[in-house]
């Protein structure tokens, strides 16, 4: 069992930057696959990001591609997604996944095991 709670969000004017970050429970951080998902109103959830279990390998969606980076820190059981030029379209209820499959299925939502309640981001412009 994973308990994962994010951490973060906020307010943000176009183009300003903000970092969220998700803490996990328990000793077995290092054996999932983490993402970030979001979800904005009246949208799907949807793919953001993803980082390997060792963190040597990292996606993204196209959308956010150049200006999020996703990082971990297997010591400290946390998982970021630093947001920089950020748009209002990027406003969504952003969530922290973790997941025991394997890597190749990064982006589908339904490989991941265990979901964080979800942190508030809104973009104004």
């Known amino acids: 069992q994973v308990q994962l709670v994010e951490s973060g969000g906020g307010s943000v004017q176009d183009g300003g930057s903000l970092r969220l970050s998700c803490t996990a429970s328990?000793?077995?951080?290092?054996?999932?696959?983490m993402g970030w998902f979001r979800q904005a109103p009246g949208k799907e959830r949807e793919f953001v990001a993803a980082?390997?279990?060792?963190?040597?390998?990292?996606d993204y969606a196209d959308s956010v591609k150049g200006r999020f980076t996703i990082s971990r820190d297997n010591a400290k059981n946390m998982v970021y997604l630093r947001m920089n030029s950020l748009k209002p379209e990027d406003t969504a209820v952003y969530y922290c996944?973790?997941?025991?499959?394997?890597?190749?299925?990064?982006?589908?939502?339904?490989?991941?095991?265990?979901w964080g309640q979800g942190t508030q981001v809104t973009v104004s412009s």
């Open positions: 328990g000793h077995t951080f290092s054996t999932y696959v």
């Open positions: 980082i390997s279990r060792s963190g040597f390998s990292t």
């Open positions: 996944a973790a997941g025991a499959g394997v890597y190749s299925d990064y982006v589908y939502d339904y490989r991941y095991n265990y």
